[in-house]
């Protein structure tokens, strides 16, 4: 494999909230609630994308948005060095995926498209092809789109020795088949993940324990990124979109993460723990509440079984109340009933 990224000092890495990754996506960037971590995937699917929340901490796996590194100050009349590479080497060639000078030949139609993901959006979904998911790795030829020449995928430029152009200014991956002409979004090949992930490789390490690309301070959770989101069900590990890991250290999908709390879903749908930080202020409201309003004589000394949620422990004889049980371990009122 032959990785190219020409401007590693301009490239800006991708934050995440508080711990994140990002996938070929990019290495996986978890978004925890209050310590946010945000995953990002596949750098061609957006497997994984650099997705910063200016909110949220870098304390989460990979993430993969690039929005939330402005090349320059917008306060700044001035052009950047920056923007000034990204404007000599951009070009009209690529998809939005990738802006790069190739098309590579599918290896089940042998069709040539911009990128594996071009081919999956359009050749299966039009019926061209009965392949939903193209092998990135059995990819054979590429055809320069400067001149036309169809060449081996192994070349990292034109072989016509009139054109010579760069596949991939900025970025060349011979094994995953990407090309980027793009400066400001920085990728690299995992050989753990066995794809390309954006972000700086330098930023994260590959965790055998999650199965992912991570942020040096996650929290290890034995193959957490192998499974599916909670909320839409997708596959997290090759997901486009950016991961957030929770608190009690379960991944979602960032956007799924933001529609729950909007929703006022504040529960892991895994483990039912809180998904945020719960302020001593809210607890205080509550008991506030519950000291205010007192119950009918008949309930008032009324005691009930109770499992809670955040410290796991089973309590026989918590007080009951019909605007929450408090645990009398950990102070929560993240509990259930229990028979």
Known sequence: MTENNHNREHALPSSSVNSQ???????????????????????????????????????????LDEDHHPLCNSDNNHTSEVEVEAKQYSSDLGCSHYPHNCQIESPCCKEFFWCRVCH??????????????????????????????????????????????????FYT??????????????????????????????????????GACMAPNHKCIPQCMQSHCPICMEDLFSSRESVHLLKCGHPMHWKCFRNALKSRIYNCPLCQKYMVEISEESTRIIDEEIANT???????????????????QRNDEAPFHIFGIKCPNCGSYNTKQIV
């Open 21 to 63: 990754q990002q996938h070929e996506s990019e290495p996986f960037s978890t978004t925890q609630s209050t310590t946010n971590n945000t995953i990002h995937h596949d750098e061609e699917d957006d497997d994984w994308e650099d997705v910063h929340d200016d909110e949220e901490d870098d304390d989460t796996l990979l993430e």
């Open 120 to 169: 999956d959006n359009e050749a299966f979904q039009k019926c061209k092809c009965k392949v939903e998911n193209m092998d990135r790795y059995s990819v054979k030829r590429v055809k320069c789109m400067r001149c036309g020449t169809i060449q081996s995928s192994d070349n990292v430029e034109c072989e016509n020795s009139e054109c010579k152009t760069r596949f991939g200014e």
């Open 173 to 210: 991956c011979t094994i995953c088949h990407i090309y980027s002409n793009d400066p400001k979004r920085p990728i690299y090949h995992c050989d753990g993940c066995k794809i390309c992930r954006l972000g700086k490789r330098e930023q994260f390490l590959h965790c055998y324990t999650c």
């Open 294 to 312: 007192p119950l009918p004589k008949e309930l008032q000394d009324k005691k009930v079984k109770i499992l809670c949620n955040e410290c796991l």
